[in-house]
């Protein structure tokens, strides 16, 4: 399949700044599954941009712009085409060793509840089955909510609500796989949402199978990912693999809007 992506994040400012610095993990990975055709990153303002790759793997630009500035647009568009893997993953660039997944952050740490909830899901199922048991049993628990994710909610506090947006339902699979003693992270990229759903942002997880490797699990479908999903980060949560991280130079308040339009392409 040939996706067509457009993602545009547009800060406005009630004061003047001074200097922003940005890091940016907006640029999706070749792997075996996926493929690059296109892909840009521009800005609509006087910056600096500067292609790295950090401690994860993950592409990344740093974006320097000096002011005063009051407000910046960072615009992406590309193409990629992807294919069918049943959710494992090939090909992709690996730097650390998958018991490092097992680590927990702040917000992924999961409480008793969680904890209680994965084993009663999972049962005594084999590694895949057990993984996908968890998946399906996230998706049938929460209404998926199209309300801007909260960055600072915890899997555990995402728990105890009735809905559940795309990242905390994503960050709950995390939480729950790790109490399992499963190696899992957390993955933003692009998906084209089907059944009339408009796409946006999204994110999943992936667990590490022995024998097998990292398979993507996506309770917001309740499936694992699959061709109509663009990977570009991962990392231990989901602000560390946040399309736009950075800091700036400057009083007044920042008014975000994103908009990110996937489409498949004939």
Not at 25 to 35: E, L, V
Not at 70 to 77: S, T
Not at 158 to 174: E, H, K, M, S
Not at 178 to 185: D, M, N, T
């Given at each position: 399949?040939?996706?067509?992506?457009?993602?545009?994040?547009s800060?406005?400012?009630?004061?003047?700044?001074a200097?922003?610095?940005?890091?940016?993990?907006?640029?999706?990975?070749?792997?075996?599954?996926?493929?690059?055709?296109?892909?840009?990153?521009?800005?609509d303002?006087?910056?600096?941009?500067?292609?790295?790759?950090?401690?994860?793997?993950?592409?990344?630009?740093?974006?320097?712009?000096?002011?005063?500035l009051?407000?910046?647009?960072?615009?992406?568009?590309g193409?990629?085409?992807?294919?069918?893997?049943?959710?494992?993953?090939?090909?992709?660039?690996e730097?650390?060793?998958p018991?490092?997944?097992l680590r927990?952050?702040p917000?992924?740490?999961?409480?008793?509840?969680?904890?209680?909830?994965?084993?009663?899901?999972?049962?005594?199922?084999?590694?895949i089955?057990?993984?996908?048991?968890?998946?399906?049993?996230?998706?049938?628990?929460?209404?998926?909510?199209?309300e801007?994710?909260?960055p600072?909610?915890?899997?555990?506090d995402?728990?105890?609500?009735?809905?559940?947006?795309?990242?905390?339902?994503?960050?709950?699979?995390?939480a729950?796989?790790?109490?399992?003693?499963?190696?899992?992270?957390?993955?933003?990229?692009?998906?084209?949402?089907?059944?009339g759903?408009?796409a946006?942002?999204?994110?999943?997880?992936?667990?590490?199978?022995?024998?097998l490797?990292?398979?993507?699990?996506?309770?917001?479908?309740?499936?694992?990912?699959?061709?109509?999903?663009?990977?570009?980060?991962v990392?231990?949560?989901?602000?560390?693999?946040?399309?736009?991280a950075?800091s700036?130079?400057g009083?007044g308040r920042?008014?975000?809007?994103?908009?990110?339009?996937?489409?498949?392409?004939?």
């Open positions: 399949m040939r996706l067509s992506i457009e993602h545009r994040t800060y406005r400012f009630t004061a003047p700044q200097r922003i610095v940005q890091l940016l993990r907006m640029t999706p990975r070749n792997s075996h599954d996926q493929t690059v055709a296109e892909w840009h990153i521009s800005v303002c006087d910056a600096r941009l500067r292609e790295h790759r950090d401690g994860f793997g993950n592409r990344t630009t740093m974006l320097y712009a000096e002011g005063p009051d407000g910046i647009e960072i615009a992406v568009a193409e990629v085409v992807t294919s069918t893997s049943r959710g494992v993953l090939h090909g992709t660039f730097p650390l060793p018991a490092l997944y927990a952050t917000t992924t740490a999961a409480d008793a509840a969680i904890e209680d909830f994965a084993r009663a899901a999972v049962g005594g199922a084999a590694p089955p057990a993984l996908h048991a968890l998946n399906r049993a996230l998706h049938e628990r929460f209404a998926v909510s199209s801007r994710p909260d600072g909610l915890t899997a555990a995402a728990f105890a609500r009735a809905n559940a947006t795309p990242r905390d339902l994503a960050q709950l699979f995390v729950a796989a790790r109490a399992l003693a499963v190696p899992a992270r957390y993955v933003t990229g692009y998906c084209d949402l089907q059944d759903r408009r946006t942002p999204h994110g999943w997880a992936e667990a590490w199978v022995d024998d490797g990292w398979v993507g699990f996506d309770p917001t479908l309740g499936e694992s990912p699959e061709e109509h999903h663009v990977r570009v980060a990392a231990l949560d989901a602000t560390g693999s946040s399309p736009v950075g700036r130079l009083e920042e008014c975000l809007e994103v908009e990110v339009q996937v489409s498949a392409q004939e």
